[in-house]
């Protein structure tokens, strides 16, 4: 009798009994979870349940009141961050964070600090090297877009204030790739576009991730269609707890799950 075994994934994030306070409101509330490596994770849950506050503290914008989180087996819990992006992690913001009188070069760049050498010596008196320098990071970033959106590559140049909703979505989400991060999170990545609009924005995401290395996804996300396209996975968030984890079918038919979304018995 032949028997399938299923590979065992190595957890890549961890949070343990993490908590998160703002004053008398509990954000997070001991929350346990793990991200395993190469998997697409959707973090649901009701408006305020605590799914942005937890990247917020995974990214360094915040700090734990108590518990820690760890990735690949490090302490991150109370590092800034520059290290948390240091270590490969980067992510996407529900409100756009764009500057929209720069080009699509300049705001996918800034994306990539770890290599851009910013001194001003170095810059002034050594503009061969400066020019090399640039001309690479051009060329990344053209690549990075050739692979995400070719017709977005085209527009390399031009200011982002000309561009659709749908195409400064590809710029953010380029902008946290550029880097070539481990895990990818993504907050609301639909806001602000169509059911289409989203539907080939995840198409790209998905064929970048084809064609670059398999990066692990966690995926906030209120559209429940992109949430069962997308995810191997489910963590359902409720008033900073975790109420359920599983597939996409297992929790829409969870009753807890239910309850939280519907506001009833």
């Known amino acids: 009798m032949n028997h399938t075994i299923t590979p065992i994934k190595n957890k890549i994030l ?3 009994q993490l908590t998160m306070r ?3 409101v509990t954000a997070l509330d001991a929350l346990d979870l793990h991200v395993n490596e190469g998997e697409v994770l959707g973090l649901l849950g009701p408006n305020g349940s605590g799914k942005t506050t937890f990247f917020n503290v995974i990214t360094g914008l915040y700090h734990a009141t108590s518990g820690n989180v760890t990735f690949r087996n490090k302490d991150l819990t109370d590092v800034s961050a520059q290290e948390v992006y240091r270590e490969a992690i980067t992510r ?18 800034i994306g990539d600090n770890r290599r851009l050498n910013t001194g001003l010596i170095f810059n002034l008196f050594q503009r061969d090297r400066f020019k090399q320098e640039y001309e690479k990071v051009v060329e990344q970033v053209n690549q990075l877009l050739l692979t995400f959106n070719p017709k977005l590559a085209s527009k390399i140049f031009e200011p982002v204030a000309s561009l659709p909703m749908i195409d400064r979505r590809r710029i953010e989400i380029c902008r946290a790739l550029i880097s070539e991060p481990d895990l990818l999170l993504l907050d609301e990545p639909s806001a602000g576009m169509t059911h289409d609009e989203t539907a080939e ?3 790209d995401i998905l064929q970048v991730r084809e064609k670059m290395k398999p990066f692990t996804i966690v995926l906030i996300e209120h ?16 008033y900073g707890r975790k109420i359920a984890e599983g597939t996409y079918d297992e929790i829409v038919n969870n009753h807890e799950v239910q309850v939280a979304y519907l506001g009833q018995e």
Do not use: K, W, Y
Request: charged fraction near 20%; glycine fraction near 6%.
């Open 14 to 16: 961890e949070a343990h």
């Open 223 to 238: 559209e429940m269609g992109l949430i069962q396209r997308m995810t191997e996975r489910c963590i359902v968030l409720n």
């Open 201 to 203: 924005v995840m198409d």
């Open 22 to 24: 703002f004053g008398g």
């Open 92 to 109: 996407t913001f529900q409100r756009s964070r764009l500057s929209l009188p720069l080009t699509v070069f300049d705001n996918i760049a």
